[in-house]
């Protein structure tokens, strides 16, 4: 048996279909830049999500990056966040001239809100919690302390779709929130993209113009902007592949499940999912003792895993600047140095899981 981490090859197969009968109805339509289609696919997130406003984008990325922006964070202002995420979290912070400020995370990966107050000064301006793998932070604290100390909210939510705490979905927390569609994420396109979500107008209205050059209209610019729109293929086969987002997760859900019931959990952990928190796993991490040795013998019996990721945000050469050094985000590094991601995609049987789960127990006995 071969099990693959990532099954883009299988999901088109089993997608070819609607996929190139969607291109073709794009296609022959002739219109490929800021459509309805773009607009329809923004009120369908809006929909799911049950924000006022939606803006599809390049990448999960921009999405970031606009939304410090039109918060009027940049030079001279620091941002809270994890180091345990993806560096486009802390590049996007960095890119609008802002400063990021490491909080360290707990055993769930995300960030420890009770360590967040110590990090705030007069120069923070926001907190960026990211919701890593979809599993979305403790917001009623994180939201608290935003309130008290005056900052904004900007949830990185690119792994949050499809992800609840307390019934609200990702980005209900936040003045606004980034999302990716990334091919790696659940609701995927097939290339880079992203969007925002925000129930504030002004901060809609401010990205809307910058995605577009700040052209108010054709022959009208009102300031500098960028080019960062959702191509319009990319808004349709992502309104097609919304109406399957919940089985999606929902399998995965039940995937992650089996393997909870099935490892031997001794050796090789996988956090609890809290009352309240659904949990898209976009990426299922467990902390697994000999991590390397078991990531060797699972690909000599083929099955692929991934360390995800092996070095915390402030110990690459990028982030040197910032000051930090190994033994400064003490679980961060702990959760690092053993995570392993197991392959647990929607198109794995229970069978498929159950063998991995077998092979997994089999290395530690
Ligand atoms: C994927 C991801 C991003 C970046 O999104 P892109 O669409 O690849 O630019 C940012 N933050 C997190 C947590 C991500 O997982």
Known sequence: MKIEFIDLKSRYKLERQEILKTLDKVLKKGHLVLTNELEEFEQKICQYTKQNYCLGLNSGTDALMMSLWALGIGKGDEVITSPTSFIATVGAITHVGAKPVFVDVKEDFNIDEDKIIEKINKRTKAIMPVHWTGRICNMDKIKFIARKYNLKIIEDAAQ?????????????????????????????????????TTNNKKIYTKIKLYRNHGMKKRDYVESYGVNSRLDVINAEILKMRLKKLKSINDKRRLNVKIYRENLNNKYIKIPEDKKNQINSYVMLLSQAEKRDSLQKYLSFNKIQSLVYYGTPLHLHKATKKLGYKRGSLPMAEKLA?????????????????????????????
């Open 337 to 365: 140095a053993k995570v392993l991601a197991l392959p647990h995609h929607q198109n794995l049987s229970k069978e498929q899981i159950l063998y991995v789960c077998k092979k997994i127990n089999s290395f530690y006995n």
């Open 160 to 196: 949050g779709m499809g992800s609840y705490y307390k019934k609200f979905h990702a980005g209900s927390f936040s003045d606004v929130a980034a999302f990716s569609t990334h091919p790696l994420k659940n609701l995927n396109a097939l290339g880079d993209g992203g969007f925002i």
